[in-house]
């Protein structure tokens, strides 16, 4: 509906523009500027999936009455997967893992197990494309649809949650959504860990202004997220904050 509404808005200014500069009224250079605006603008939008622009996500609950804060993992499973849930287990914190299909499939032990141990899976699609922002809708829909049939058959879980590649979502990634029915997780704690090389500055920027209802995202195929993990979850419990699945933080199915 937004999405509509700003481009009612954009087509107006510029079919309005676009008339004055016709009636010799208005000079040429704002329209190319205005275009130009335009697609940065949906740039922005499409690669933050917090903006809620053109789906609505699951990203933090401020209102949840518990001082509790969430933690997510993606890009799994990994051999690395079990340390993290060795860590959790050590602290008594359960967690989401949003797994890509492929690697499911490489990976089927490891997927099972956190299943077994008490934490919830969600879909990151099959294959994790870098030209997730370029698929057509039905590409993306194979995608979602492929690492929720791999899911099924290994795992015996039909995945209900969803969480886009990059944090990229646009008018295509909604159409698909629209026909899979998946919730969108997405998140409000980012410390870029995936480019980061310090575990100090990446626990520095979680920590940093850490409220309670917050999503935490991490991935469990980066080698110094368990030195992260561990660390995180000692000043966690510092500040008395309780770890809790993103489903219960949400009041959401994780599974259909």
Request: charge should be positive; include cysteine; charged fraction near 25%.
């Amino acid at each position: 509906m937004i999405y509509k509404i700003v481009n009612i808005l954009f087509g107006g200014i510029f079919m309005l523009m676009l008339f004055l500069f016709l009636m010799n009224d208005w000079p040429f250079w704002p329209l190319p500027l205005l275009v130009v605006l335009y697609i940065i603008f949906i740039l922005i939008v499409s690669t933050n999936v917090q903006f809620n622009f053109f789906v609505k996500a699951y990203n933090k609950n401020p209102d949840f009455p518990e001082n509790a804060v969430a933690l997510s993992f993606d890009d799994g499973p990994d051999d690395n997967t079990l340390k993290i849930l060795d860590i959790l287990d050590k602290h008594e914190a359960k967690a989401v893992f949003f797994c890509i299909g492929k690697k499911i499939e490489e990976q089927p032990q490891i997927f099972r197990e956190i299943l077994k141990r008490g934490h919830i899976v969600g879909n990151h699609t099959y294959s994790h494309t870098r030209r997730m922002g370029f698929l057509s809708s039905k590409s993306i829909t194979n995608e979602i649809l492929k690492c929720d049939y791999i899911a099924k058959e290994i795992g015996g879980v039909k995945m209900n949650l969803f969480r886009p590649p990059f944090g990229i979502i646009n008018p295509k990634t909604k159409r698909a959504l629209q026909k899979t029915g998946h919730r969108v997780i997405g998140w409000n704690v980012r410390p870029y860990d995936a480019i980061t090389k310090s575990p100090e500055v990446i626990i520095n920027r979680i920590t940093k202004k850490l409220e309670k209802g917050d999503l935490i995202l991490l991935h469990d195929n980066m080698e110094k997220t368990p030195i992260i993990l561990e660390q995180l979850l000692v000043i966690l419990k510092q500040r008395e904050f309780a770890i809790i699945r993103p489903d219960k933080l949400f009041r959401i199915n994780a599974y259909t």
